[in-house]
């Protein structure tokens, strides 16, 4: 069905002050150049700190340190020539690691002797629907038939001379500026620059497939339905997610939780995994009993509020109660593909992914292209296509891993009784079955989902209130930002797909001991996302004029996407900058200062400047997006900054005590085991 011309804003009279885009591109340019200088210079700067508190160490391992003097464990397993493993196996009591509720700070040093039973990670952002089925990475093994590839492998890794030796030479305090840039681009055919690679991979074809299916399905809703319908779409879409996203933290953080068991050699771990699969769908579930409640009852006053179209507001508010169901069970789906992912069937997991974005956007073409028995279509019978499809691809996703029995060993826990969580745990050698998971393996379940639900918050929310301050200059704005935010995400998840990658393996490295490796494969990573970075800048830019009319056939509209996405090319650059090092900082367990830069950043740069812009200037959409730039650009230069002047030493150090303990690990002292 073709909508005739009820574009809203053929006549709209622009009320907003115009900003050249040249002056401001010349201008953000040259702030991103001053914030870069001090990281530049600290990045090519002699390595002394390195050297000088590793000695004699080759790159194979951690050498004589207090640490290991102080822990036998770690001492005969380095004294043998091995590397301590990141994961530990939970089998062994003399390497139980335990969970105090507290991953940073000084409390976890080794000298206190405390340990954690979790390393602690938060991804950029919870991936909500299947659209993005981005999760943490561990390698296969096993019996599992999928197996990585030979590259992949740890016994290679570690017989990679030309790596050792880089990552030598780059620590060495004679080695020149011009040399160390040239190991970081030019040698990128070791076996670790493969690794990181390959791992990133599969999330990068997720990635791409998700991109490519959004922007579709909104060029078909701005052609088919109006700009106006185009602009309550993208408004709902974004602001439904970042409640949604929130709730969905428990079910990255069940998945942390898996992907730290999934190799280890306890009896338990198998059925363990189904239950933290279990709970993490039920708490999800519970957890969006109240916002399907809240988008239910009150859409339609957030859009009026946004100054939409009364009419538009009121099909938005039937439309959520639809759509909001897909997101639940699509939610449901990508959490039996993130278990997918890390057991070792990522390959099948990004197959399910290209058939149901295939569904998906078929569906939605067929609906809106074909013949229907609606006079008119509105967005609620959109909401049902999507809620068709979404129900669909549930069916099948369960049927493939029933019938080929990619999950069959974790049914177990799986379908067990939830409430065994409140059965208190005896001893930690009980051989009872229904005591596998203590009720404090619960609470940190939870506490991770608290610290990805505060980051996701604090990455979402900023783009909800630029929404708002859209709303000031106009409502052709606020569609056009609508736009531009779902523009900016596809593009973010496409870097980010290649930083998951690069973040276990520097994450790998550090609990290896490999110092020198693990400082020079963080500065390959940082290298590697800028050229990804510049790569889909560049596609993206060849293309950019196109996107626009792409989009929708609104004039006005396709003049304010066109003005902006020059700018938005030049931040997705500084942010696969920015995304990487604080993957980086993640892996270092230092989520907390990533939390502290987004949030300082966010609100003492970003908002500010787009409040002036928009509120205060009436600048049009080109003073907020540059805006944005410069935070992404403060951003990134702080996240680089901490990345560049750590501490090696230490932070391996403390990754290996995280899994390496030389106590019994009991529960007699009150902490929980998972």
């Not at 040239?182 to 990181?196: E, G, P």
């Not at 070792?344 to 078929?362: D, H, M, N, R, W």
Request: with cysteine; glycine share 6%.
């Amino acid at each position: 069905m073709e909508i005739e011309d009820e574009e809203i804003f053929w006549d709209y009279i622009e009320t907003t002050v115009p900003v050249s885009r040249a002056l401001v591109l010349f201008v953000v340019g040259i702030i991103i150049l001053f914030l870069f200088l001090p990281v530049i210079g600290l990045s090519i700067r002699s390595s002394e700190k390195v050297d000088d508190d590793d000695g004699n160490d080759k790159g194979d391992g951690i050498n004589e340190i207090s640490f290991v003097d102080k822990n036998p464990l770690a001492k005969k397993t380095l004294d043998e020539g091995e590397s301590t493993p990141l994961l530990s196996n939970l089998n062994d009591p003399e390497d139980k690691i335990v969970y105090d509720g507290n991953s940073t700070g000084p409390e976890r040093r080794p000298e206190n002797k405390k340990r954690i039973n979790a390393t602690i990670t938060i991804p950029k952002r919870i991936l909500s629907t299947v659209s993005h089925n981005v999760s943490p990475r561990k390698l296969s093994g096993g019996d599992k038939d999928l197996r990585a590839p030979s590259f992949l492998r740890e016994e290679e890794i570690e017989d990679d001379e030309e790596g050792i030796c880089n990552a030598v030479k780059f620590s060495d305090p004679t080695t020149s500026a011009f040399e160390k840039l040239q190991i970081v681009t030019c040698h990128n055919f070791d076996s670790q620059t493969k690794a990181m690679i390959g791992l990133g991979f599969p999330y990068l074809i997720q990635a791409m497939i998700s991109a490519a299916s959004e922007i579709i399905q909104m060029a078909i809703v701005g052609h088919q339905l109006g700009t106006a319908k185009l602009s309550a779409w993208v408004v709902i879409d974004l602001a439904v997610k970042l409640t949604s996203d929130a709730v969905g933290s428990v079910i990255t953080s069940g998945n942390i939780m898996i992907s730290q068991i999934a190799e280890a050699e306890d009896e338990n771990s198998s059925r363990r995994i189904g239950i933290y699969l279990q709970l993490s769908i039920l708490f999800y579930v519970v957890g969006m009993v109240p916002i399907v409640i809240f988008w239910s009852c009150f859409t339609k006053d957030v859009l009026l509020f946004l100054k939409l179209d009364p009419d538009i507001a009121e099909d938005g508010q039937e439309y959520v109660k639809v759509y909001i169901i897909s997101i639940l069970l699509g939610d449901i789906v990508s959490c039996f593909q993130y278990t997918l992912d890390v057991v070792g069937f990522e390959v099948q997991s990004t197959i399910c992914t290209f058939l149901g974005e295939v569904a998906i956007v078929l569906g939605v073409a067929v609906a809106l292209f074909g013949d229907t028995p609606f006079d008119e279509m509105h967005l609620v019978d959109l909401g049902w296509v999507y809620v068709f499809v979404t129900v669909f691809y549930l069916v099948g996703i369960l049927a493939a891993i029933y019938g080929n029995g990619w999950l069959e060993d974790y049914y177990e826990g799986f379908f067990s009784s939830p409430f065994l969580i409140f059965k208190t745990r005896t001893t930690s050698n009980s051989n009872n079955d229904e005591d596998v998971v203590s009720g404090k393996a619960v609470k940190l379940l939870l506490y991770n989902t608290f610290q990805l639900t505060l980051n996701d918050i604090l990455f979402n929310g900023e783009w909800q209130i630029l929404i708002f301050f859209a709303s000031s200059l106009g409502p052709a704005e606020v569609a056009a930002w609508g736009v531009l935010g779902v523009i900016w995400e596809e593009l973010e998840y496409i870097v980010t797909a290649i930083a998951e990658g690069c973040e276990v393996r520097v994450a790998m490295t550090l609990g290896s001991g490999h110092i020198k490796n693990a400082k020079l494969i963080s500065y390959k990573a940082i290298w590697i996302c800028f050229a990804w970075g510049i790569l889909v800048s560049i596609v993206f830019f060849l293309f950019e004029g196109n996107v626009s009319t792409f989009i929708t056939k609104d004039p006005l509209l396709q003049e304010m996407v066109a003005y902006n996405l020059p700018m938005i090319s030049l931040v997705n650059i500084i942010s696969g900058i920015g995304i990487m090092a604080e993957h980086i900082l993640w892996s270092q367990n230092r989520a907390p200062l990533s939390t502290v830069i987004c949030a300082g950043t966010s609100c003492l740069v970003t908002l500010p400047l787009a409040a002036l812009s928009s509120c205060l200037f009436n600048f049009n959409l080109i003073g907020q997006t540059a805006s944005v730039a410069i935070g992404a650009s403060v951003f990134s230069a702080l996240s680089v900054y901490f990345v560049v002047s750590s501490d090696w030493k230490t932070i391996s150090e403390d990754v290996v005590a995280l899994h390496v303990s030389d106590d019994s690990g009991s529960d007699d002292d009150g902490k929980c085991d998972v």
